[in-house]
């Protein structure tokens, strides 16, 4: 069965210090691998999208890599609105573009 | 540019009773739409989903239905609420644009007491 591990749960970081989440994942033939943001009370925000092994992406403090097996979001010199509970989800090779996600990390980032 | 919508915001609703949780989209034409629940302490559990008018999958057998009455409407019903439907329900649209990214809605957050 398809799955996706997000870890850790929670993570408290210091204003600016960088720091990494891990997604792991068991998906044959995956399609894709998303990252989404996360606000109390709100819906998720699009982040990033990861297609092949070895590829990386960037936006502002966030950093997105993907091998074969896992992702990592890597946050640089994280800031207090950094702070959200950030979602993986990958995309299987079947069935109409459905998505399977991670329970996610909430990260907290103390001034 | 494309914009999703849920109504209502918040709901608590009472054991027994029907829901109806709209979603509408604006923007763009015959998007591929879902059903997301979210409950505390687990991952986005995909409901159900629809490539067109009509046209609609459901992936967990459940209490809930949905139906695609508009090209940009997707309506979640439930006849009889139970206290497990409970959570935070989220729609979201595909964009085929950059690679295929799901949007999502605000949500609905669901009390059922």
């Known amino acids: 069965e398809d799955q996706v591990t997000q870890s850790p749960e929670a993570l408290r970081l210091q204003e600016g210090e960088s720091s990494s989440l891990n997604c792991s994942y068991t998906?044959?033939?995956?399609?894709?691998l998303f990252w989404y943001r996360q606000d109390p009370g709100k819906g998720p925000e699009f982040l990033f999208t990861?297609?092949?092994a070895g590829e990386e992406k960037e936006k502002e403090r966030l950093k997105a890599t993907l091998t074969k097996k896992e992702s990592f979001l890597h946050i640089t010199a994280p800031k207090p609105e950094d702070s959200a509970t950030y979602l993986c989800?990958?995309?299987?090779?079947?069935?109409?573009?459905?998505?399977?996600f991670g329970t996610g990390t909430r990260l907290t980032v103390i001034p | 540019s494309q914009t999703i919508h849920q109504w209502p915001a918040t709901l608590v609703q009472p054991v027994g009773s029907p829901l109806s949780l709209e979603c509408t989209v604006e923007?763009?034409?015959?998007?591929?739409l879902y059903w997301y629940r979210q409950a505390a302490g687990r991952g986005l559990q995909l409901l159900f989903y629809?490539?067109?008018?009509g046209q609609i999958s459901s992936e967990v057998p459940q209490n809930l239905s949905a139906s695609r009455p508009q090209d940009r409407q997707f309506i979640l019903s439930s006849k009889k609420l139970l206290l497990s439907d409970s959570g935070f329900y989220l729609c979201?649209?595909?964009?085929w644009g950059e690679g295929e990214t799901q949007y999502f809605g605000p949500g609905t957050r669901l009390l059922v007491l």
């Open positions: 979201a649209w595909l964009s």
């Open positions: 923007g763009t034409s015959n998007p591929n």
């Open positions: 629809s490539v067109g008018i």
């Open positions: 998906v044959s033939g995956l399609r894709g």
């Open positions: 990861l297609y092949s």
């Open positions: 989800a990958v995309q299987p090779p079947r069935g109409a573009n459905n998505l399977f």
